[in-house]
């Protein structure tokens, strides 16, 4: 019981630790177009910028969603979270010092949760109900 609380933890944390280095990196990204383009970027709000990250995510939880009014609503949805969900799940074969995880096809793993990626693309295209939705999926998805 205790390796199942312990497998649970650690991907939580892993999750997190991932989100959290994504929303740095952003914030990196942003400090150094700021500097390249002279101007005021994130170095001016807060403390070093450092709540940029956090405004970026409230914005990002609160905004207005829309949806096209013939979509199919629950696949247009879900597609993005099966993408994001899959984008995460790349992550656990990864090698841990600690080793929660022990992956003996961790190479075939990242392959296959890597490939189902494209089936999310062309959901998301396809839920919209328009062709040019479907037709601007269909080359991010085309080797």
């Known amino acids: 019981m205790s390796d199942y609380f312990t497998l649970l933890i650690s991907g939580i944390l892993l999750v ?69 969900f899959l984008a995460l799940l790349i992550w656990f074969c990864m090698p841990f010092w600690f080793g929660f995880l022990n992956f003996n096809f961790g190479v075939l793993f990242f392959l296959c949760c890597s490939s189902l990626g494209v089936y999310a693309i062309m959901l998301s295209g396809w839920s919209s109900n328009s062709i040019y939705s479907l037709l601007g999926g269909l080359p991010s998805v085309a080797p």
């Open 16 to 84: 997190v630790c991932v989100l959290l280095g994504v929303g740095f990196l952003t914030l990196l990204e942003r400090k150094v177009l700021g500097y390249i383009q002279i101007r005021k970027g994130p170095n001016k709000v807060g403390i070093l910028g450092l709540p940029q990250p956090l405004g970026d995510g409230l914005k990002l939880f609160f905004k207005e969603q829309v949806s096209p009014l013939m979509s199919n609503f629950y696949i247009y949805y879900l597609s993005p979270v099966l993408n994001l």
